[in-house]
């Protein structure tokens, strides 16, 4: 019987109908880790015998009579930017390679809650800095499509967990694209909320003003499940919002004709994949047959994203990283003079990327050049910010590409950064502007390449997002490409 | 040549909240190290700030008794410097957006008031504390309990001209601080402690000198040598054909000497950025309103007020609302029957002496404001002299004892029985013919002689007006 693979409320619908077991659910995904995980890299750490230990927990909660929620007893995946508290949590850094997390997250306290099982912990790149989880100090994390090309990044390994069958969903992290990205390369649902819809309590920190966790998941309904489960308001992240967090789950099969779905007028196509923009063209033709109204929309600025996420980010990055410094946890070097320490244990303890988004923090930061950079790169937020706001006065949703090309090929793009960087090109803007997005599997290249959709939705309208995900997901099949391994 | 100082004092006073300003850490001094700590101030990856809503009240209250505009969107900044006392590598303080701005304080030195401009008072959040000394001789330890506790600092505009000014401003500023009790005032503790920037100009139309910042200044004591040590400095430098380079100077209380920490081009470019972590401190207009409501008498308006209600002379009046305490303690004692002027001689006099000799602080004088006010009825019904007064006095401030008893235990009452008096009085002059003889000779002197003996054979309790009048009647 099929176990891995399938949607997690799908897996609970079979366990609640006496079909399987939580324990044959989390020993399937074990088995397939150890089968082919040494071969795609996307764990960092593996949760084995205590991840047994809760399924038959729950598998006798349920003997009892009692009554189990979706989430109890699933083994989920976690990024390694959560504080799993007990369980060590690298950031896929050297310089945290041997720290253990002392305290929890929100996200997986809340998960917790809902007794899920933590299967592992995810590869990802060094600090969620990247696109292609290359920059991972450990190993990089494959594509299962294509194992010679990457899974994106930064949260990599949780995507290719999700992907490549390893875990019944997953949790990420996304500073400037960093679940929507992967989960395009690797034909999952990859959903940023709202900034401040979820807690960063515990989360480790990249850019803070644009970081957001979200679910990773195999569909649609799986991530609306989740994202319920870790939103919501929290007293240790003062960024948090204090709203209610709506049922998702209603908005799935809320009927999206008459919606109107905005399409940017100044998209700029010409640097995409040719590929990529004939599926984005006719997954948008899809909503228009659909009775989905096209509204031509403007943001203006849009050219300026990139520039703009490369200031702020590598700003408040270069200030949340002065903290790994060798003197409280992390690595240490063994030098004696107080300033060879910081130097030494820095320089071995952060990759180049890292070191390259310290710097250009440090610079842009510095006196004489912060209102040129920093303080110029938040007037053009402000502005993205606005014409954001303009638009969602005429739709219930923006749709675009999530990234210019589909999955490349590991190190392709090592040396050439600024390729790197400008293909985050429209997964940006959402974390600029705060706004919720996603990305969900819209079609297959002739390479057997999964590309994405984004939807991009007003502020705190994920409802809007999951309801025409769910449509789309539900009424346009695509055909799922072929696992390599 | 004539110079003329200009100073300026960025005080620092910690908050006396019960938790840190970003967490709910306790803030009780003297905790083992690291006792008061958590993933917040231990700047663990992942944590988070949350402020404290309670130190943002202290710090309103108290830009209102400075006469400060409240900013209603004041922000969090981060001061970004490595060093391993501040576990965030960055500070969270307060840069182009200050809580409060454009305040001013009073300040009197000898009988002169002057007003001292207040530029801004911003939150930030203490350090943590380096221990040099433990179980490896080569290694330094980190303590972090006092990382997070909160902390105003309070810039001063260059108005403060001589070192007494500094001083009494400095004072001005504790005082306002523990009346509003959102400060301990302990300096010994570090709860009130000071940065000096001094420079020198030929005259008071010139433009500002070069200006050093001397650091760590925590006893006003200090604050005065300290400045003074600086404007010497400057002047002999000056006056040498040197320049003043702008550089942080360390004091030494020791030596009464500063040294150069760092010059100009070595100091820290802090990189401040607003603190993505900390929304905009959003303070509306009720809350002020009723902070404001809520503010208790400050020392000006006490002194006023002591002046009109007590027919107190300015000086008394000033003394006595230094703190808020001698204040109070000044009312019971009124309040109780004493005399106003008396009761104030008493506590600035030498109810102040014994509690400064002996570091006591006046809630704990074991000399009540009722038993001061015991002592002074005992002195105006004519019980006992103003002398014996005193003694009582120190007997009371030791034992913690009534004047009464005292009095009566040692039988130190005045004497003011003529009969016994007269005796006595008698019996002086007879024995002493040559002092008679030099006293109608015209030797006035000799009259406190006489005075001596009767006072010596009464133990000191004979009353002196009476015994005046009797040897003036006996050797006219
Ligand atoms: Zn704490």
Redesign the pocket.
Known sequence: MQITGLPLHRLHQKRLGGEITTLQIVQAYLERIKAVDKELGAFLYVNGESSLVQAEAVDKKLARGGKIGTLEGMPIAVKDNFNTRGIPTTCASKILKDYVAPYESTVTRKLIENGYILIGKTNMDEFAMGSSNENSAFWPAKNPWDLERVPGGSSGGSAVAVAANLAAGAIGSDTGGSIRQPASFTNIVGFKPTYGRVSRWGMVAFASSLDQAGPMTQDVEDAALILKAISGHDELDATSLKVEVPDYLRSLNQPVKSMKLGIIKNLDLESCDSQVVDIYKESINFYQKQGVELVEIEIPNLEHVVATYYIIGPCEASSNLGRYDGIRYGLRSDAKALKDLYEESRDLGFGNEVKIRILLGTFALSAGYYDAYYLKAQKIQNIIRHQFKEAFRQVDAIACPVTTTPAFKLGERINDPLKMYLSDIFSIPPNLAGLPALSIPAGITKNNLPVGLQLIGDHLQEGKLFQLAHFFEQNHPIEKPKLMI | MDFEPVIGLEVHAQLATHS?IF?R?STEFGKEPNHN??P??LGLPGALPVINRRAVEFAVMLGLATNCEIRLDSQFARKNYFYPDLPKSYQISQFDRPLCEHGWVDIEVKGETKRIGITRIHMEEDAGKLIHEGEDPNASYVDLNRA?IPLVEIVSEPDIRTSEEAKAYMEKIHSIVTYLEICNGDMEKGNLRCDANVSIRPNDKAPFGTRTETKNLNSFRHVQACIDYEIGRQIDVTLDGGKIIQQTRLWDANKKQSKAMRDKEDSHDYRYFPCPDLPVVDIDQNLIISLREKLPELPDDKKARFQEDYSLGHYDASVLVVSKEMANYFEETVKNGATAKTASNWITGDLSRFLNETKTSITESKVTPERLTGLIKLIEDGTISGKIAKSVFETMFETGKEALEIVENQGLKQVSDETQLREICDEIVRASPSQVQEYKAGKQKVFGFFVGQAMKQTKGQANPQVINQILKELLS
């Open positions: 840190k967490c850490c700590t958590c917040v101030c997070g």
